[in-house]
């Protein structure tokens, strides 16, 4: 019933919306550069505007979307969003008509029902699909226009020439590198990623130019020495025994207590068995059926916390432990060849936590674990088995 109703309201907005795209109303969100005015309808924002025609011209003149949000920062103009400008915001995506140079408003048309929200016939999420060029509804807005149409066709061309030549990654690929993102750059904390063929740097410094620091990180350099740091101080049979002794002492004085926990199980089951002699016995009062009902569920949660206090003794825990320990070394020895497992596995050891920081002129990475985290993360709510991937 539920679906049924969303659908239909679905049709029923989507409907709506295109009949105000076609009035010439907003349908959606309001692009960068505009304001609603009084009667809902969209007008030019001047000062906005003037920051969308520099953008469209410094693109002409060659300069790159990310030199372009790097000089925007450095003059402290503000993102559509009050912060800082990303490369993404302004070279968008042309495919789904959003960033500014792929926005077809600010030449004075409007695209509205490029595409269209399904249900993934396998998984059930919500995926976006595009919808065939045909049943576009383009809207002519003159009166929106910011920049005039050759200069719109001109960063169209040479948006698709750059496209071409550079091999933009497409919106949800996977990293293909071991170590992009899981660095954090020392100096602003944005992750570090892959910057050219032999690089790590921060991808603050390199898409907004709002961070200084210029640290370049050899590929090979960090991936060699990153891995053999864990596997010589992180997956070895000593390390673990070192894990193991603390993640046991940490269990035994947090972990639920197994006596409190059958006990109260006992009790739930004796004042149940009380409530059903009684009513064997032809005891029935008013308040019999609700005191059955309360001892049963008692009962049911009694068992529950007996499981969940047996799932977190020692004896349950540590050899998963010791299976995702073996998972995690094995997944680090195929690093080269199976880029997402071993990138999970170090995520799963490290967090995000190693900092790339170059003190004194001297390059180093620093994983920020304080020394108690193996306490905490065993003694606090961290441990639950799906810690470990179970
Ligand atoms: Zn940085």
Redesign the pocket.
Known sequence: MGELYLDDLRDKTHRGLTGRALAGASAGGLPYGYVVTSVGQRAIDEAQAAVVRRIFSEFLEGHSPRTIAARLNHDRIPSPRESTWAMTAIRGDVRRGLGILANPIYAGQQIWNRSRWVKHPDSGRRVRQERPQGEWVITEHPELAVIDLGTWNAAQARMGALGKASGVPGPGRPPRHLLSGLLR?G????PMVVVDKYNYA?S??KDRGT?D?PVRLRRSVAEERLLAGIREEILTEEAFRRFELAAASALKSSAPSLDVAHRRVADAQRVRDNVMRAIREGIITPSTKAELVAAERAAQDAEVALRHAQQFQPSQVLPRAREAWRRIATSLADSARDVPAARAAIRELLGQNARVINKNGDLFAEIAVPSDALTNMVAGAGFEPATFGL
């Open positions: 750059c100096g602003c904390g944005g921060c603050t410094a961070c620091n």
